[in-house]
T-cell receptor
Framework: SQQGEEDPQALSIQEGENATMNCSYK?????LQWYRQNSGRGLVHLIL?????REKHSGRLRVTLDTSKKSSSLLITASRAADTASYFC???????????FGTGTSLTVIP | DGGITQSPKYLFRKEGQNVTLSCEQNLNHDAMYWYRQDPGQGLRLIYY???????QKGDIAEGYSVSREKKESFPLTVTSAQKNPTAFYLCASSISGGPSTEAFFGQGTRLTVV
């Protein structure tokens, strides 16, 4: 069974606005990652946050992690049309060596 | 260029036939993974390998087989036992067997059963 669930399933915003997507997971984790997938392509790693971190930034990306709520959020600021893609969270478990991916959020940024 | 390469990009298979999807990496990564992606769903793990000559079943291994004879290569065979093989298949690799580092993905193979 999948570990992560993203919310919302789909999001449509105007260029320049911020986009926020959330990920909830079920079991304890060591770290959580966010990936991006353009249509019909492979996934590209965006950012990794460890279980002892609460917030991390990378360029226009801001990721938060709340282990007490078993949730994470990805914020993309000042969105661009090129940000249009699907975004997935991926978690591990404190036992095992696998990545578990959620169902993804499909983001559309309208120029 | 370093990276992970999947081939072919598109593959058509007749019902009842086995087909092998190729995945090659030159990143010197120990761990490799195969995922299946269906529309509206996330990635589901088929098989993974943490070291040469060793691999483990994922959540949906039935109807699939793999081998890991070389560090660089992790081919996936979709057998005739797989009831619904039409899907987008993604191969990935990471430095070590633990997911504490990022995974690098290939561009995927879209398999269609005709």
């Amino acid at each position: 069974s999948q570990q992560g669930e993203e919310d919302p399933q789909a999001l449509s915003i105007q260029e320049g606005e911020n986009a926020t997507m959330n990920c909830s997971y079920k079991t304890s984790i060591n770290n959580l990652q966010w990936y991006r997938q353009n249509s019909g392509r492979g996934l590209v790693h965006l950012i990794l946050i460890r279980s002892n971190e609460r917030e991390k930034h990378s360029g226009r990306l801001r990721v938060t992690l709340d282990t007490s709520k078993k949730s994470s959020s990805l914020l993309i600021t000042a969105s661009r049309a090129a940000d249009t893609a699907s975004y997935f969270c991926a978690t591990d478990r404190t036992t095992g060596n696998q990545f578990y991916f959620g169902t993804g959020t499909s983001l559309t940024v309208i120029p | 260029d370093g990276g992970i390469t999947q081939s072919p990009k598109y593959l058509f298979r007749k019902e009842g036939q086995n087909v092998t999807l190729s995945c090659e990496q030159n990143l010197n990564h120990d761990a490799m993974y195969w995922y299946r992606q269906d529309p509206g769903q996330g990635l589901r793990l088929i098989y993974y390998s943490q070291i040469v000559n060793d691999f483990q079943k994922g959540d949906i291994a039935e109807g699939y087989s793999v081998s890991r004879e070389k560090k660089e290569s992790f081919p996936l065979t979709v057998t005739s036992a797989q009831k619904n093989p039409t899907a987008f298949y993604l191969c990935a690799s990471s430095i070590s067997g633990g997911p504490s580092t990022e995974a690098f993905f290939g561009q995927g193979t879209r398999l269609t059963v005709v």
